[in-house]
């Protein structure tokens, strides 16, 4: 057996039924687990979340553009109407609709309404659906503006 | 659950129980902090949202009086503190899940809060400097 580092694992040891050891995994076994839509869409809001960072560092660029002059500024603004920019900018608009509605999906978990599978299974049919319309409209307005 | 036998077999004492602060000392002010910020960030990021879309193509005069506004500057420095703690509430959370090797968790624990309270001062900053 490997050297462990976490101590979480001396928990993870059990026994088969024939007495012999077994060395249970630990969280969250995607080896193990069936992929489901709930589990999916767990994930996918975790990394939504990680590009939404990503982002953050876009909006303090541009603003520390802006304080810091015009040359800055313009340098910020064309590298955000790049096509590098703008597929960020979509990818964005992306991971932050859905992180949104999940987180919305969450509040709801949270109060402790819409546990029930169906309910699970329908919300996140709602939160996909959802990131896909709220997506293109953002896109529409923005480009009919620009 | 029968509360009697199971506070007996418990090594953790009646006292430690009712505090319900746990090995970490801070309870659920985690996760709890982690809603508060997300309910707040939700108008906050809608206004933001439909903000950025309509700056679309604006100017430097025309970006400068957007962040210079009193309203928009209040509204932009709340946006930024609430996602930067809710940023590294989350990142806090995605590095104590997966990085298990004590000193790498550690530092990265530790990084990613340096990180996010420096973009934070800075970018606060930034919107300060425009709008006073």
């Known amino acids: 057996m490997s050297l462990t580092h976490d101590a979480r694992e001396a928990a993870f040891h059990g026994r088969r039924t024939d007495g012999s050891k077994v060395r249970r995994p630990l969280s969250p076994h995607l080896q193990v687990y069936k992929p489901q839509w709930t589990s999916g869409l767990s994930i996918l809001n975790r990394i939504a979340g990680i590009g939404w960072t990503a982002g953050l560092l876009l909006l303090v660029w541009w603003l520390v553009a802006a304080a810091a002059g015009a040359a800055a500024f313009e340098k910020a603004q064309w590298f955000l109407g790049s096509f590098i920019g703008l597929l960020m900018l979509f990818g964005l608009t992306l991971a932050a609709w859905f992180h949104t509605l999940a987180g919305i999906r969450h509040l709801v978990w949270d109060a402790g309404f819409g546990f029930a599978l169906p309910r699970a299974y329908a919300s996140g049919m709602v939160v996909v659906i959802g990131t896909g319309v709220l997506t293109v409209l953002t896109w529409v307005i923005a480009l009919v503006i620009w | ?132």
Request: charged share 10%.
């Open chain 2, 1 to 132: 659950m029968n509360t009697e036998t199971d506070s007996a077999l418990r090594l953790q004492s009646p006292l430690g129980r009712v505090r319900g602060m746990g090995s970490a000392r801070a309870g659920t002010h985690h996760w709890w902090m982690q809603r508060v910020t997300s309910i707040g960030l939700l108008p906050l990021t809608l206004w933001f949202a439909l903000s950025a879309v309509s700056l679309a193509g604006a100017s430097y005069a025309e970006a400068l009086a957007w962040i210079g506004s009193p309203f928009n500057a209040v509204l932009l420095i709340a946006t930024l503190l609430l996602s930067f703690h809710h940023t590294n509430a989350g990142l806090q959370v995605v590095i104590e899940d997966y990085v298990h090797v004590p000193g790498a968790r550690i530092a990265a624990l530790l990084a990613v809060k340096a990180v996010c309270g420096l973009l934070a001062i800075a970018s606060v900053l930034a919107v300060l400097r425009i709008a006073v």
